[in-house]
């Protein structure tokens, strides 16, 4: 579920893709090392304007093949180094994406190579061009490594762990760092500075700092993590190998499996897209009781990993074991999955479940009539939408659904999370008080410029000024104002098969108190005698069991769903399916 308070991180991930086909290999050979360059271009949003530099190179391991990688610096905002998720180059045509902040461009570049003409798209469409930067001469010659070259690795506050990563370059010492559990990676420094064993890192996008001395032995670098008036120690480690930087996940299935494991494609032909899954089916016997696992908000994949957990990777494996077929698949635009993620709402959502329903009844092996829904956080609320409107779901399992509009969602959760992190009782207050603005202000006001004014005079103080461009791209797209407003009691009350909703005791992020409840209520108002709501003591939004439930707890625990909660769900699954 997601959440208006930001990331510590702007997560960035780095991949390469290979140019499309083109009418002529000639051209597209041309075209290649035309756009193989850094790009200059100007974003004018509303009364401000925003200097972009766009990084292409070719891919490590493409060998003039038309494979490229990219990065994107947002100058303004002190954002460099955002990594590009995808880019593809077909003839002239450039395309690219970066998933990190919801942004993509689409673009020509000139028959001339002088620049790239185009679109950007992050809520709204907005012109940009690109032209081509000037070309600085080096000699050529690498850099030597310095002393503190490599990766390193600290763990703050007891719990969060940090990685950086030193490159001596031609230009000087260069650092990126990785929040391991956040899942953000590859974030640059702002700004190095190295005198002797002191060093000296920012980022600027973040407000973060780190200051540090690296010991005579070149071991650890000792010193003092601040972000904004917070500080803490902090010491790094230098990484001798890959496995310092893992998590024991003790429930991750491993193989050989005792059952079949199927890559699929899922078909959604009204929105013209298609889905990459996974469909897991026992080895013997059938037609067999089958249920398609839906993904909590957020770019997802089929294991909806996270924090270094797969808990739909375990959830099918747990089902398929009892006999029950699991289909799983990426969300829009993620994967092996096409479309635009960043476009579509819980409507569009529910579109692709209603596809991946259609399409284990079009299998032999799969009983049509015993085919439901297991849906977590934001899954947990399209199950229902899903079921609504197509009588002959056999069941649905909200694992951690809401109950209610996400505008009160949000500001339970703000306040619970508050309280889970260690805030005083004025500092829970103040979250809440600014929380509950910035939700009235999307609420009521449609018009984006005038919002961004408003959120940013609201902010002001509060929030670094960097911070505040992500912040408004998350509020204004269309699945925030749809889940701002929507009751998920509407599609409840119409719900006619079982439903079993479960919620951790110690959720913060959709609290069982507020939720639970509240789907009783819109299950009685329809009339459905065939539920179960139970609120399962100790765990959390993951259903781990928990300490406090806060969200920094999800990746230091180890356990990625509890076994009561499986043997909950496993059960009451197997009782249905087989009456």
Known sequence: MRTLILSLFLAAF???????????????????KNVISDWRGTLQVGGSELHLVLHIVRAGDAAGGGGFTATLDSTDQGALGIAVTSITLTGAALAFRIESIGGSYEGKLRSDGSAIVGTWSQGQKLPLT?????????????????????????????????VLHFTNTREGLTVTLDSLDQGAKGIPATSVTRKGSALTLAWKLFDGK????????????????????STSPLRFKRVKSDAELERRRPQKPVPPFPYREEEVTVE????????GGTLTLPRDGGPFPAVFLITGSGAQDRDESLMGHQPFLVLADYLTRRGIAVLRVDDRGVGKSGGDFSKATMLDFATDAEAAWAYLKSRPDIDPLRIGLIGHSEGGEIAPLVAARNPEVAFIVMMAGPGVRGYDILL??????????????????????????VLDMVEREKD????????????????PDARIPALLEQVRTPWFRFFLTYDPATALARVRCPVLAINGEKDVQV??????PAIRKALEAGGNPRFEAVELPGLNHLFQTATTG???????????????????IGVWVSGVVEK
């Open 14 to 32: 780095a991949s390469s893709a290979s140019a499309g086909p083109s009418p002529s290999k000639a051209e597209q050979t041309a075209d290649q």
């Open 130 to 162: 690109f032209v081509r930067a000037p070309v600085h001469e080096t000699s050529g010659e690498p850099a030597r490594p310095s002393e503190i070259d490599g990766a390193w690795l600290g763990t703050l506050d007891g719990k969060l762990r940090l």
């Open 210 to 229: 780190f200051e540090g001395v690296v010991s005579p032995d070149f071991a650890t670098i000792e010193g003092t993590w601040s972000q904004g008036p």
């Open 268 to 275: 959604n032909r009204a929105a013209s897209i298609r889905l």
């Open 412 to 437: 339970a959760q703000t306040r619970r999370i508050a309280e889970t992190s260690g805030k005083s009782p004025a500092e829970v207050e103040k979250a809440s008080r600014e929380e509950r603005d």
């Open 448 to 463: 984006d410029a005038i919002l961004e004014k408003k959120l940013r005079a609201r902010l002001a103080g509060s929030v």
């Open 511 to 516: 609290p069982p108190r507020q939720n639970l």
């Open 550 to 568: 806060g969200v920094a707890e999800y990746a230091e625990i180890e356990e990625t769903i509890s076994p009561a909660a499986l043997e909950k």
